[in-house]
C-alpha cells in the first residue's frame, strides 16, 4: 500500500520557521524525484519545491527561493522541506508528491498557517 504520510505543519508568527516531513511507504523511495507543492484558498494548486531521487539537483518557487530548502533522506523513506522567514502569503495546505515515469503519489496535505 503506497503511502505519503505529512506532518510538521501548524500555526507560525510571520518571520518564525517550521519543517515539515512527508513518510513514505510502500513503494521504491529512492527511485522517485520528490516535491512539495501547495494549494491556498481560491489559488491553483502551485509546485514549491523539488528534488531529485539522489538528491543532486533541486527546484525552487521564486516566490519561496532563498527561504525553503528541500532535503531527502533515503535511509529513512523521507523527504523535508525546511521552511524560515516565513509568511502570510506561505498559508496553505502542503502536499508531499512522488514522481517516476508514469507513477504518482500524493499525500493528504498539511496545513499550514503564517499568522500574528
Known amino acids: 500500500q503506497v503511502q505519503l504520510v505529512e506532518s510538521g505543519g501548524g500555526l507560525v508568527q510571520p518571520g518564525g520557521s517550521l519543517r515539515l516531513s512527508c513518510a513514505a511507504s510502500?513503494?521504491?523511495?529512492?527511485?522517485?524525484?520528490m516535491n512539495w507543492y501547495r494549494q491556498a484558498p481560491g489559488k491553483e494548486r502551485e509546485l514549491v519545491a523539488r528534488?531529485?531521487?539522489?538528491?543532486?539537483?533541486?527546484v525552487y518557487a521564486d516566490s519561496v527561493k532563498g527561504r525553503f530548502t528541500i532535503s531527502r533522506d533515503n535511509f529513512k523513506n523521507t523527504v523535508y522541506l525546511q521552511m524560515n522567514s516565513l509568511k502570510p502569503e506561505d498559508t496553505a495546505v502542503y502536499y508531499c508528491?512522488?514522481?517516476?515515469?508514469?507513477?504518482?503519489?500524493w499525500g493528504q496535505g498539511t496545513q499550514v498557517t503564517v499568522s500574528i
Open positions: 508528491n512522488a514522481r517516476w515515469s508514469v507513477r504518482n503519489h
Open positions: 528534488i531529485t531521487s539522489v538528491g543532486g539537483s533541486t
Open positions: 510502500g513503494f521504491s523511495f529512492s527511485s522517485y524525484a
